[in-house]
């Protein structure tokens, strides 16, 4: 079945740079855009950016534009998520998400368990 | 950005009851439109997708319709499984924005 595995949770200092891994199978990675989604303690979600797993290309919120770089492992079938110049503001569990398409109509199918980031001093 | 807001925050009803839920775009988004449920400590579930499209797997008990701005989710007979946090998407532009959830709790 279509899974996707995300790495542990993480403490990190105000200031540091955080890595979340996100581990697909049950599909073909590299037909598919991934998604990454946090979640800030009683907030709504919040879109981050996203990877084509095919070819690379990415798009990024300009709220985390120069923070925040996603890439993708093609062999692994894995996407990362890398968020630097870390703030107790980016507290939050982190989510990747699988796009579906049909025709420019897209939603987020299938979600990782979400990797909570903790960062404190 | 697109602003989602949803009415009501939150909610109470019981097990049997038929449940709205609206989720007002600040402009129009055609149908890409998407709602998801979650429940404490899970991922978001995709529950709709297109508006009114049914997810696979998802009871029928749910629909969604509307266009452009104004959107809603149904639940036609609640199950004690259906109390949640519920969030409506927007795919139409970047950044993909969410509503602020509606939180569905037991009368």
């Known amino acids: 079945q279509v899974q996707l595995v995300q790495s542990g949770a993480e403490v990190k200092k105000p200031g540091a740079s955080v890595r979340v891994s996100c581990r697909a199978s049950g599909y073909s990675f590299t037909g598919y855009v991934m998604h990454w989604v946090r979640q800030a303690p009683g907030q709504r979600l919040e879109w981050m950016g996203w990877?084509?797993?095919?070819?690379?290309?990415?798009k990024y919120s300009q709220k985390f534009q120069g923070r925040v770089t996603i890439t993708r492992g093609t062999s692994a079938s894995t996407a990362y998520m890398d968020l630097s110049s870390l703030r107790s503001e980016d507290t939050a569990v982190y989510f990747c998400?699988?796009?579906?398409?049909?025709?420019?109509?897209?939603?987020?199918?299938?979600w990782g368990q979400g990797t909570l980031v903790t960062v404190s001093s | 950005d697109i602003q989602m807001t949803q009415s009501p925050s939150s909610l109470s009803a019981s097990v049997g009851d038929r449940v709205t839920i609206t989720c007002r775009a600040s402009q129009s988004i055609s149908s890409y439109l998407n709602w998801y449920q979650q429940k404490p400590g899970r991922a978001p579930k995709l529950l709709i997708y297109a508006a009114s499209s049914l997810q696979s797997g998802v009871p029928s008990s749910f629909s969604g319709s509307g266009s452009g701005t104004d959107f809603t989710l149904t639940i036609s007979s609640l199950q004690p499984e259906d109390f949640a946090t519920y969030y409506c998407q927007q795919s139409y532009s970047t950044p993909y924005t969410f509503g602020q959830g509606t939180k569905l709790e037991i009368k």
């Open positions: 998400a699988r796009a579906e398409y049909s025709g420019s109509l897209n939603w987020f199918d299938t």
């Open positions: 990877i084509n797993a095919g070819n690379g290309n990415t």
